[in-house]
């Protein structure tokens, strides 16, 4: 192949989810069978690019000022939901598993890998949970290590504080180290429902 093929190739392999194969077959699918694809997809990227941002208030996609459900006022406020990325929120969605709102942090607490509270979206965090009349935290996050460690700095920083504003951690059908994103709908939402309950102690009911 040539050094622009493996050039394409290579950065396809740097998404997520993508392997060398499968970064070869979009490659070859895109520059070589269906090279009329390559044209309006560049334009679409090029176009979300410019138009899509994070949104303020919550860390998700957005267009406008807020994102869509940060803007539905049908949404339940009292609910507040910590994500770790957007596509455990379009899980959680899909599965119409949470009718309030959510908290994307873009990732987890992980010392080994250098990510730190500096890193995430917890910022206006704080102010969400004094100004939105928020009475539950459902702690949405991987069931490993990291997560636990992120579940416990949101106690320890955000919640502890704040005795009115109960906390509450998913658990039920995923497996240990499993990422909501992969979960089907079904499991998502009996996640939420038999969703484990902390004390003012920090504990888990």
Not at 44 to 58: G, K, N, V, Y
Not at 70 to 80: G, I, V
Not at 113 to 133: K, M, S, T
Request: aromatic fraction near 4%.
């Amino acid at each position: 192949m040539t050094a622009a093929f493996d050039h394409v190739r290579q950065l396809l392999k740097q998404l997520p989810g993508l392997g060398l194969r499968s970064a070869e077959r979009i490659a070859l699918h895109l520059l070589a069978e269906r090279p009329e694809r390559l044209g309006p997809l560049l334009d679409a990227l090029r176009s979300a690019a410019s138009a899509l941002r994070r949104c303020p208030r919550c860390g998700n996609l957005c267009e406008g000022e807020l994102c869509a459900i940060c803007a539905d006022p049908r949404r339940d406020t009292r609910r507040l939901c910590v994500v770790e990325r957007i596509p455990d929120l379009l899980a959680l969605e899909r599965a119409g598993a949470h009718d309030g709102r959510y908290h994307v942090l873009h990732g987890k607490l992980s010392p080994i890998q250098g990510v730190g509270p500096e890193h995430l979206n917890f910022a206006g965090l704080a102010e969400r949970l004094d100004e939105e009349g928020v009475g539950e935290v459902i702690l949405a996050l991987s069931n490993d290590i990291e997560g636990e460690a992120t579940c416990h700095y949101i106690r320890e920083t955000f919640l502890t504080a704040r005795p009115a504003v109960a906390a509450s951690r998913i658990g039920f059908g995923i497996p240990s180290g499993g990422a909501l994103t992969y979960a089907d709908p079904a499991t998502l939402k009996n996640a939420i429902d038999a969703r484990r309950h902390w004390d003012t102690a920090g504990g888990a009911c």
